[in-house]
């Protein structure tokens, strides 16, 4: 069964500061995988996914993540942190085209000035 | 805007009464999912609809019943409702069938207060 773990459910970084935001999986098949984002008050939408094409996935926004098998791992890292940056960011994971979404719990991010 | 429409927007309702959540997915989309997101629970998935049949179940109680219309619009009901099913409830559509790596695309969701 898929599932997603978060780790810290709220992490705060200065501006300017890298951001990592760590998200593991358990699948029993190579999954797809995907991080949103949620902004106050609106729906989540899509930073990035990994469609197994290259393990570096480069998203929107500036934001990047990495998948690791041998970690079953898929963190979300952006180099220098900028306040619009704040928001909910959700780890989710799919094993096959008609298989549920299963998000992680969710981590927020502060952005400290 | 991401072209997933939810209706209505706000919803505010007494324990043991039923209420309706509309969802109208983007052009093309054929898979609708819904999720129940609150402070505790996090982000619940529900149940899934492709193409007008039911997909996958997740934690959805047997309250709550969904459907997906032949125009591909899902409503979601749920009833004898609960002051614990106050949450915020999103749809989101996505092209399904055999696009294994098809993204979600949210609506804006239906925040539903049980008083």
């Known amino acids: 069964a898929q599932s997603v773990t978060q780790l810290g459910s709220h992490v705060s970084v200065s501006e300017g500061a890298l951001v990592l935001l760590r998200c593991n999986y358990s699948?029993?098949?190579?999954?797809?995988l995907f991080w949103y984002v949620q902004y106050p008050n609106q729906g989540l939408q899509l930073l990035l996914k990994?469609?197994?094409?290259?393990?570096l996935v480069k998203g929107i926004n500036g934001f990047e993540a990495e998948f690791k098998k041998s970690e079953t791992s898929f963190h979300l890292t952006k180099p220098s942190a900028h306040m619009s940056d704040a928001a909910e960011y959700f780890c989710?994971?799919?094993?096959?085209?008609?298989?549920?979404?299963?998000f992680g719990p969710g981590t927020s991010l502060s952005v400290i000035p | 805007d991401s072209g997933v429409t939810q209706t209505p927007k706000h919803l505010i309702t007494a324990t043991g009464q039923r209420v309706t959540l509309r969802c109208s997915p983007r052009?093309?989309?054929?898979?609708v999912y819904w999720y129940q997101q609150s402070l505790d629970q996090g982000l619940q998935f529900l149940i899934q609809?492709?193409?007008?049949?039911?997909?996958a179940k997740g934690n959805i109680l047997e309250r709550f019943s969904a459907q997906q219309f032949p125009d591909l619009h899902s409503e979601l009901n749920l009833s004898s409702l609960e002051l614990g099913d106050s949450a915020l409830y999103f749809c989101?559509?996505?092209?399904?069938?055999?696009?294994?790596?098809?993204?979600?695309?949210f609506g804006e969701g239906s925040r539903l207060t049980v008083l």
């Open positions: 990994y469609t197994s094409a290259a393990t």
């Open positions: 699948s029993s098949v190579p999954p797809y």
């Open positions: 609809y492709y193409n007008g049949e039911e997909r």
């Open positions: 052009s093309g989309d054929l898979s």
């Open positions: 989101a559509s996505s092209v399904g069938g055999g696009v294994i790596t098809g993204e979600l695309f």
């Open positions: 989710a994971v799919k094993e096959t085209s008609y298989d549920k979404v299963i």
